[in-house]
């Protein structure tokens, strides 16, 4: 009765600070992306099927996002243990209520490109002037506007500005010749309308790295309120840890990588050729050289960025402060 | 717990004031009862957000609403004439008439009714999620397309409330006008067009926060850089609720506004029915 008893309250105390740990010993971790499952998270789907994760001891749910999930709500709501989110978004939740902490920063490079049609003459961004042009909002409108601002742009539709367009995740305002240019991903949208019949030569491109206006994309967010726990930031290092192995491997075979992604791939929306361009673009997005420890240089051009992108309605109002922490990177062994 | 026991003080005071004002008689006294009870489910929400210290992110304070309707008016303005004067009233005056000249269509040629109602009857069914890229991919980004959004959503309230409104007028009332020669034409405008306006403006009181919420929807799928849906898409998607919080303000009194103005019209027009005699 004594001994029963004294095991009942040991289980509950083991199953209470292990952090959900399930039959097999693994510990349970949610993971949240930040879009519908594809290519742009093949990592994470690699590491899943290839056994890292479980070889790290850990047993990972990889959660699709998608048009109405929003990756900080999902974790300010305690739906996930990490997020993947663009940098822009996760400052705007930590200034608003949802203290998101950086513990690792996969994508170096950003993706983010204006396409334009040739034919409307448009060479150089100067060119811009007085042209309809398709931008994201959601969090997805920030390089714009700082791009815009550092232009002398104004984006109120007047002749001597430019006319904004909020765009959906398609590029129809382009195929219907609605807009003169939208934004696209390297790796997603650009190929769409590749797919919708316009040559490479028929397009002009004009990617954000290149303009310095970039902001850094996908990369892990964790609440700061998790981060006081020692068990959780060791239980983070193995989850980043087996997440780049994942990375790597992807970026080594890419068709493979591929085909993991369309096997997790619960739609049926994905095509393995889309996935095959998608994955060998991504891999050039990927930090190949610090194995996803974020640059601080490169956080602190994100907040420039931000901070000048001005606008009736700021994303984040004051450069922020514990918003990245190489904490987790430094557990890793 | 200090903001537990000052929320249910301001509960049962409210509850108390709510009950004593409720006595009151007169056009503008018994405004007094329901004014208290939307006063203190304010202060309530006020207490309890500011109490419980609830991030913005999840529900803002009323005091932080105002703040930002006093400190975006000027946006709130550009939204509200983008969505409303722009996209709303353009939507409803085409949508109603076309549903008030199809009822009248369909009641001269009997034939066209059993054709046209069915379609009138699908269009209905039509998800706004579904037909608003549909409209945007044809109309275009700007009001046009949301306008178009709001035409399918009003037309077949309309359209339905007319014919039954035009089956209305008493059998005795036909059978005089018949006996006093009267051609199809004298029929409709003397007899059952005025018999058809309670319906009618069953219709356009319907329809009136129907557009309104048609082309707010409207607007997540595709607008200028402008609008009420624009604007709580957005801003929901920076966790600014306080702006998102304004706009549904901003929403339900324009709203409520055009009802309110639909019904003072009903109110002047059907002056000789029991449901406004009484």
């Known amino acids: ?74 974790i300010a709501g305690g739906r996930a243990d990490v997020v993947v989110e663009w940098m822009p978004a996760a400052l705007a939740a930590r200034e608003r209520g949802v203290p998101l902490v950086n513990i690792a ?50 984006t109120d539709g007047s002749a001597q500005g430019v006319r904004v367009l909020r765009q959906g995740f398609n590029v129809d305002p382009l195929l219907q010749r609605q807009a003169d240019c939208v934004s696209t991903m390297t790796y997603n949208e650009y190929w769409q309308v ?35 726990d020692p068990a959780f930031v060791t239980r983070m290092a193995r989850f980043v840890k087996a997440s780049m192995e994942g990375w790597n491997w992807a970026r080594a075979n890419v068709d493979a990588a591929a085909q993991i992604v369309l096997d997790n791939d619960l739609s049926g929306a994905q095509t393995i050729a889309h996935q095959r361009r998608m994955m060998g673009e991504i891999a050039r997005l990927l930090d190949a050289e610090n194995n996803g420890r974020l640059a601080v240089a490169d956080f602190e051009r994100t907040v420039q960025t931000l901070l000048s992108s001005g606008g009736a309605s700021p994303v984040i109002s004051r450069a922020p402060t514990g918003a990245w922490s190489h904490a987790v990177m430094d557990a890793i062994r | 717990m200090n903001t537990v026991l000052l929320g249910m003080a301001i509960l049962v005071l409210g509850a108390f004031l709510v009950v004593r004002l409720a006595r009151l008689e007169g056009r503008v006294l018994s405004l007094a009862a329901p004014l208290a009870f939307g006063a203190t489910l304010i202060l309530l929400w006020e207490v309890l957000v500011v109490g ?4 913005m992110a999840l529900m803002p304070a009323p005091s932080a609403v105002a703040a930002r309707m006093a400190m975006s008016s000027h946006l709130l303005a ?25 009822a009248l269509l369909v009641d001269r040629v009997p034939f066209l009714r059993r054709g046209l109602l069915p379609i009138g009857n699908l269009v209905a069914a039509l998800p706004v999620v579904g037909i608003a890229p549909i409209m945007v991919m044809w109309f275009g980004f700007d009001w046009q397309s949301k306008a178009a959004v709001v035409v399918a959503m009003t ?9 039954a409104g035009l089956a209305a007028a008493g059998s005795l009332e036909r059978d005089l006008m018949r006996s006093f020669a ?97």
């Not at chain 1, 740990?21 to 594809?38: H, I, P, S, Y």
């Not at chain 1, 448009?122 to 997805?140: E, K």
């Open chain 2, 155 to 163: 037309f077949f309230p309309m359209l339905v409330n007319t014919v």
């Open chain 1, 194 to 228: 590749i797919d919708g019949g316009f040559r490479p030569e028929q397009l002009t491109v004009f990617r954000y790295e290149e303009q310095g206006v970039a902001t850094l994309e996908d990369g892990l967010y964790v609440l700061e309120s998790r981060m006081a």
């Open chain 1, 1 to 74: 009765m004594q001994s029963t008893r004294r095991g009942l309250m040991g289980g509950a105390v083991a199953l209470a600070t292990a952090g959900h740990a399930n039959a097999q010993g693994l510990e349970r971790l949610n993971l949240q992306l930040k879009w519908v499952t594809q290519a742009q998270f093949a990592g994470y789907y690699v590491a899943q099927a290839r056994g890292f994760y479980r070889a790290a001891g850990l047993d990972v749910r990889i959660n699709p996002g998608g048009p109405d999930i929003a990756p900080p709500q999902v």
């Open chain 2, 182 to 278: 009267a051609n199809h034409r004298q029929t409709l405008l003397k007899l059952r067009l005025p018999a058809a306006l309670p319906f009618i403006f069953t219709a356009l009181k319907i329809n009136a926060p129907l557009a309104l919420i048609g082309a707010i929807v409207a607007e997540f799928f595709g607008s200028p850089t402008t609008g009420m849906g624009f604007r709580i898409a957005t801003e929901a998607a920076k966790l600014a609720l306080d702006m998102v919080w304004a706009e549904i303000i901003v929403a339900a009194l324009a709203g409520s506004a055009f009802y309110g103005l639909v019904v003072l019209i009903e109110r002047a027009a059907t002056f000789w029915h029991p449901s406004i005699r009484s």
């Open chain 2, 78 to 102: 550009q939204d509200f004439a983008q969505t409303f004067l722009k996209a709303v009233l353009a939507g409803y005056a085409i949508g109603c008439g076309a549903g008030f000249a199809m």
């Open chain 1, 105 to 154: 920063q996969p994508f170096k490079r950003s993706g983010l490109m204006l396409t334009c049609r040739a034919e409307t003459g448009i060479r150089t961004p100067a060119d811009l002037r007085g042209r309809t042009l398709g931008v994201w909002f959601s969090g997805n409108e920030y390089p714009f506007l700082a791009w815009m601002a550092r232009l002398g742009l104004r």
């Open chain 2, 52 to 55: 419980f210290a609830v991030p």
